[in-house]
């Protein structure tokens, strides 16, 4: 069992940044996939970032690769977001994720997150 909270979230101006933090519960951190997933009002949650379990290997939906930037510290069991040059479409309540295959995160996590919201204003 993993348990998982967000915390970072918060009103930002279109070209702001902001980093989203998310700390997990339980000895076996390091033993899973992590990301982040978002929801915006009126639309189905949608995968971001995710990493693997050690960070060698990143992965990112095509709207925010080259802005956002997932990082993880295993000893601090944390994962991080890093987004840069917000626009007011990445508005939305972002969600951290556990999964034991950073290839199965984006269609099967295992644990979610409470979420913690993003606004980005125009």
């Known amino acids: 069992q993993v348990q998982l909270v967000e915390s970072g979230g918060g009103l930002v101006q279109a070209g702001g940044s902001l980093r989203l933090s998310c700390a997990a519960s339980?000895?076996?951190?390091?033993?899973?996939?992590m990301g982040w997933f978002r929801q915006a009002p009126g639309k189905e949650r949608e995968f971001v970032a995710a990493i693997s379990w050690g960070g060698g290997r990143t992965y990112y939906s095509d709207s925010v690769k080259g802005r956002f930037t997932i990082s993880r510290d295993n000893g601090k069991n944390t994962v991080y977001l890093q987004m840069n040059s917000l626009k007011p479409e990445d508005t939305a309540v972002y969600y951290c994720a556990a999964c034991d295959n950073v290839l199965r995160l984006p269609d099967q996590p295992r644990y979610w997150g409470q979420g913690t919201q993003v606004t980005v204003s125009s």
């Open positions: 339980g000895r076996t951190f390091s033993s899973y996939a």
